[in-house]
């Protein structure tokens, strides 16, 4: 019986590690630049959109939805923001509360000051 708990006890902690290795990563960060991708049609209305947001380890290009909306004039760019990594989504948010989810294209180290 005891080969039998070890076991249990091993396997729970795997599933806690990839679990907690699953959960979103919340960072402060710079929005710090925000450009439109494509172009609209009259079947597609909505324009997508590339976020570059630097945190203090990564720089992201995180891409809008293709049908999504999103209002450009809510994230300045230079301003700070919460972003929120899970995997390849990613989701900002401003300081007023406006959220926009996005997928990561683009993740390149920020380099280390001299």
């Known amino acids: 019986m ?5 076991l249990s006890l091993c396997l729970a902690g795997v599933v806690l590690s990839a679990a907690a290795l699953a959960a979103d990563l ?27 947001v630097d945190t203090a380890s990564n720089e992201y290009v995180c891409r809008t939805k293709l049908g999504s909306s999103m209002k450009p004039t809510q994230f300045v760019v230079g301003a700070p923001l919460q972003f929120k990594v899970n995997g390849q989504s990613g989701q900002a948010t401003n300081s007023a509360g406006n959220h926009v989810k996005c997928g990561i294209v683009k993740v390149a180290a920020m380099p280390t000051p001299q």
Not at 2 to 6: E, P
Not at 27 to 35: H, I, S, Y
């Open 26 to 52: 919340v960072q402060t960060a710079t929005l710090k630049d925000l450009q439109t991708v494509g172009t609209t049609s009259k079947k597609q209305k909505h324009q997508q959109y590339d976020l570059v």
């Open 2 to 6: 005891t080969l039998y708990k070890s």
